[in-house]
């Protein structure tokens, strides 16, 4: 009897810990709820934009979910090694990051940001591939040279006129 | 009776629409150096096939329609070459931008050459944070180049002097000389631009690598580009979260005292190079902007207090004072997020933004609006008209006031001051009944038409790619008609009714 009661206990309280696990919020949520969401401990899903940006001990790192920006400000020593931001040819690392939300936070004069408890690496980033298209290039040669012949065909008119 | 526009009339002016087209498409060279300088092959073919293109095209026009001998470009025609070469090289400038791949149609790109040459500010880019360094340069560039004036540019370097070019500067809504030629005044424009655009990238170049963190490259990058949207008033920034990407108050007074700088008259700009500093107290300009300036701060703090979007004096300053002074110079570089504008900041708030907007900055400057000459003007004038109630009835009254010079108000500079005053307004509120036409309320349309023709660029949330394609062709509109003032657009359509109905 005892070890029933141990093994519904032990799956109640599984259960529990499954239900009240978070999902990431959106910026657009965060936003269109601000004052709801502030001072309220949320997960942050995002790709880190640009490089971090270094405030000595600490650091301002932009992350963007598909509806926009955030600033998360982050302790240095929760930062993992190699972060890189996202830029032309590369999609930048995806954190999650478990921090306080603030719609305006008394700590940086107003602005609405994220303050780091925790950050973790979801997936490393990778090369943006871009191919030059070559008709593109064919289409360049070829104004290069109807301009070239442009050129030559003025030069021409110019030393007919002078004569 | 309307004259129906002769071959003549075609030729002068496809031969000064070739020269300007041509001088625009030169100014994409740089994008390309920019594109090879950060290793970015395929923004190099696209901006190559652009700057060909346009080049070809300037070069075609003017070999091909050559100047008649012993013409001169009327009004008309300097008017119709302005607003025609500003729609054309809307078209041109568009080219890399919708080649990039990151506007959703050409229309797209469109809006947004229009808004960099106007120096508006709004965005329908998408996926900004990863948009190629020399596509995005060239955004900046086509703020630079619009605000000084894309005719100034042609004045500068391929247009000689004379009464045509004269009349080509004053098409493009600037109808004050800083130096007797008009060729001279274009290079001094340059000129100052120039030095300013060296001084102000190497300034956010420090403030970007020291205060803000970003790598020296990327200071040096970002500083270029935001001094260009900066100076010219324009509010382009180089990623998506516009000034607030930098969390940085330095920065953030460093970009605020260079709006302020681009928003000043350009006579006074000479007026301090040339040791004459008390112009800038002095001017009735420069006086009743920061009148206004602190009038709108007012009514702005007043309102966020008001709604407690800001509980701390500190957010209320940063935050309430920056969007102000954002708005008035008619720049649109932003601190906050779209969505906080209506969801966090109240009515009042809202109308002190949109009045400051509306009013604009400077005559003879980058920014667009009313400008506070004129509201100058007939705040004078008001007070004269009040003074003369009060007075007996044979006084005589004169008002002077000082812009540039000694100035005697009178009746005709009045009118001309109300009238554009009244055709700012009437355009702000057809644009706010359109949007509302739309669907959108009110208030915020009335807000985004105001950003779109006093040429500001802050957004409410009406303008992103999935608005109607309709509103985008308003606000085009808009833009271009709140940055040449109205008359070089009329005349344009009043020289297609006479491609019809002239005799």
Redesign the interface.
Known sequence: MRWFFLIVMFFFHLTCALGWAEEPVSL?EL??N?RKFHGERILFEGEL???????GEF??L?L?DAT??L?VWVKDSLLPAGLRG????W?GDVVIVDGIFS??C?E??????LHALSLEVVSRGRA?V????RR??A??FL??G??IC??I??EW?RKRARR | MILKPQKQDFKIIGHFLGRVILSFGIMMALPIGVAVWFGEAAPVVDLSISFLFSVLIGLALTEYLPLPKNTEMSWSHGMVVVSGAWIICMFLGAIPLYLSGHWASYLDACFEAMSGLATTGLVLVQDLDHLSKGVNFWRHLLMFLGGQGIIVVALSFLVKGGPGAFRLYVGEARDEKILPNIVETSRFIWLVSLVYFVLGTLLLTACGYWAVGLGLKDAFFHGACNFMAGFDTGGFSPQSQNILFYQSVPYEILTLIIIVWGALNFNIHYAIWSGKRKELFGDLETRTFFVTLTIVVFLVIAGLARCGAYPAVAGLIRKGVYQAVSAHTGTGFSTIYVQQFVGEWGGLALIGLILAMGLGSSVCSTTGGIKMLRVGLIAKAFREDVKRFLSSESAVLTTRFHHVRNLFLDDKLVRSAALITLAYIILYLLGAIIGSFFGYPFLESLFESTSAAANVGLSCGITTPQMPNALKVIYILQMWTGRLEFISVLVLGGFLVSLVRGK
């Open positions: 657009a936003l269109g601000a934009i640009g490089s971090s940006l270094d405030r650091a301002w932009n963007g926009g920006a600033g996202g830029h032309y040819a999609r719609r305006v008394s940086h004069a107003g602005t609405t940001d943006l871009e191919e030059v298209d593109r290039i289409a360049a104004l290069s109807v301009l442009l050129l065909l003025r008119r």
